[in-house]
């Protein structure tokens, strides 16, 4: 039996169990045409002291409900949370995070209207010992893989999660 959510566990608790199809996210988005994909061996999380990161799930796709990603490219989908490990309400927003490629290409998360029962990533406030759980996509060359989740919010806390 699994214990219910709380304000306390959620920081800790994956978002979803990926192990019956490596290659899509769970809960599964309807409308996107997911690729075979090598994942890492262990899913990373990290934490400085000021935001702590985890990602749960990374899947890859051709095709998001009627968007293609450039030509060259796939999409990556990550589901993530990160969680305020400081006294004060944090603000977060996708502009301070990129994904560090092993073409020593860097993305930016992309903005792509779809259906899931995961949040999109979005600016947010969330407060001290909370955080929050979304699902974030970005294009990736399509013969690169993920090599580095980067999260800098240009306070002085930077914090990286290795994805190989």
Same mark, same amino acid.
Request: net charge negative; charged share 10%; no cysteine.
């Given at each position: 039996m699994t214990a219910p959510l709380t304000a306390q566990n959620a920081g800790v608790t994956s978002s979803g169990d990926a192990? /019956?199809? /490596? *290659?899509?996210?769970? +809960? +599964?988005?309807?409308? /996107? /045409?997911f690729a075979p994909t090598t994942l890492p061996p262990a899913l990373p999380r990290a934490e400085n002291g000021y935001v702590a990161m985890r990602v749960d799930q990374i899947a890859q796709a051709n095709?998001? =409900?009627? *968007?293609? +990603? +450039?030509? =060259?490219?796939?999409?990556?989908l990550v589901v993530f949370a990160l969680q305020d490990q400081t006294s004060q309400p944090l603000g977060i927003d996708p502009k301070f995070l990129r994904l560090y490629d092993s073409s020593s290409g860097v993305d930016s998360p992309l903005t792509i209207n779809f259906n899931s029962p995961i949040e999109q990533f979005h600016s947010i406030t969330i407060q001290p010992a909370h955080g929050t759980a979304a699902i974030v996509v970005f294009a990736l060359t399509a013969n690169a893989s993920p090599d580095k989740l980067?999260?800098?919010?240009?306070?002085g806390h930077p914090l990286t999660l290795n994805l190989k």
């Open positions: 192990s /019956a199809n /490596a *290659a899509m996210l769970y +809960p +599964p988005i309807s409308s /996107a /045409a095709r998001i =409900g009627n *968007a293609s +990603p +450039p030509s =060259g490219s796939v999409f990556v980067v999260y800098d919010d240009a306070t």
